[in-house]
């Protein structure tokens, strides 16, 4: 429940969802830039093919076509690059595009319907990478903070959205806005995880009509106030 553009939130308002302080800094060189996307790219492809725990660092420098030892430039080890990995795939799962709605024109309604569906359809895209995120925070707390710092980006945005509505009179101003996203967004996010991780069939649009109901029955859309 957002109106995504990528003009709409500023830089800052996003943390990485990779935990930084371990990475390395960015190469100088537009060589260096180059072959460092490489390997991400490569990584994602093999992650994504062989999982993260059968996934060998040979394999994914023979993706990349560059050796092991170029892949130790740019990274220390498989942990490394799937924080990298993941994130590059940030700005795709927090602004997965939409079209833009007037909101002088467009019904909060249409707005949370437009964005259920960027989000549902971003995930699928996206699915694997989500798998294995959830596969690697099983074992490893720094990959748990980094599925807590993903989830609580979606439900703080949507959480803005939605004091918005309550401020313009469009939505239960009784609701707290924080829990109330934090529930609403949680239950999008496993609606998208059962489809498209676990495979329960159900198409994009059945997702987007039952989420965007539940939305704006949930919050009470109504009229503007006078």
Known sequence: MTRTT??????????????????????????????????VAAARTVFERDGYLEARLSDI????????????????????????????ARDEMLHPGMPRLDPDEASPAAVIEASNRAYFEAYKRNAKLMAILDQVATIDPKFRAVRRRRSRA????NARSLAELQRRGLADPEL?????????????????????????????DELVRTATRLWVNAVRIGPAAD
């Open 6 to 39: 990528r003009d709409d939130v500023a830089a800052g308002d996003i943390p990485s969802l990779a935990d930084t302080s371990v990475l390395r800094d960015l190469p100088s060189t537009a060589r260096g830039a180059r072959t460092r996307a490489a390997l």
């Open 154 to 157: 979606f439900w703080e945005r």
């Open 61 to 88: 420098a023979a993706e990349a076509k560059c050796s092991t030892g170029s892949f130790y430039t740019y990274f220390a080890g498989k942990e490394e690059v799937l924080q990298a990995v993941l994130d590059l």
């Open 176 to 204: 707290d806005p924080r829990q109330a996203a934090r529930a609403l967004s949680g239950m999008v996010s496993r609606m998208a995880y059962y489809a498209f991780v676990l495979g329960e069939e159900a198409s994009i």
